[in-house]
């Protein structure tokens, strides 16, 4: 099974900053990488597919990168609506999830 | 309105059995792979099971032999059955639906609001 370990568990930010989020791989998979956005009460949302292709819909302030084991999530000037728990997912052997980032307002 | 509508989620006890529903509109149903996805309590993502457009249907190991996935086309609906039911498989379970066809699709792009499932006695 693939492993996804994402880092950190949870980061405090203000409107206005940019966050990174880290999302490692137990083996390589390519660039078969999805991040969803997941509010309180709410399903995950598609941000970015193929680790850096936005979703349609989604702000450019969301942008990926990576390819093999290591991943990045890039939130640019952070807005309200952007707190929320981040998870990337593998899907290049079955599916897989990290355990999530929690995005707190610092 | 392009969505998918989860229900049949509830109270049962351990060893008990449970019956998920998911209702899809808005898109062709027929020709979309599609996933049950769960999240225990304050808990992350776990996918649990897949069932292709022509029924080829997988698991996640903390499921297999106990949970089946189905679905009818022609109602446009995804089923779960639950059997042996364990305090663990108390969740939110999500359908969610598979974006494409090739390797590179196989992403999650729709998902449903979850139903509960809460196994206690």
Not at chain 1, 43 to 53: D, G, V
Not at chain 2, 49 to 63: A, E, F, Q, T
Not at chain 2, 103 to 111: K, T, V
């Amino acid at each position: 099974d693939i492993r996804m370990t994402q880092s950190p568990s949870t980061l405090s930010a203000s409107v206005g900053d940019t966050v990174t989020v880290t999302c490692r791989a137990s083996q390589s998979i390519g660039t078969l990488l999805a991040w969803y956005q997941q509010k309180p009460g709410k399903a995950p949302n598609l941000l970015i597919y193929e680790a850096s292709t936005l979703e349609s819909g989604v702000p450019s302030r969301f942008s990926g990168t990576g390819s093999g084991t290591e991943f990045t999530l890039t939130i640019s000037t952070l807005q309200p609506d952007d707190f929320a728990t981040y998870y990337c997912q593998q899907y290049n052997s079955f599916w897989t999830f990290g355990q999530g980032t929690k995005v707190e307002n610092k | 309105e392009v969505q998918l509508v989860e229900s049949g989620g509830g109270l049962v006890q351990p060893g008990g059995s449970l019956r998920l529903s998911c209702a899809a509109s808005g898109f062709s149903f027929s020709t979309y792979r599609m996933n049950w996805v769960r999240q225990a309590p304050g808990r992350g993502l776990e996918w649990i099971s897949y069932i292709s457009s022509g029924n080829h249907v997988l698991y996640s190991d903390s499921v297999k032999g106990r949970f089946t996935i189905s679905r009818d086309n022609a109602r446009n609906s995804l089923f779960l059955q639950m059997n042996s039911l364990r305090a663990e498989d108390t969740a939110l379970y999500y359908c969610a639906r598979r974006y494409g066809d090739s390797n590179s699709g196989r992403y999650f792009d729709l998902w449903g609001r979850g139903t509960l499932v809460t196994v206690s006695s």
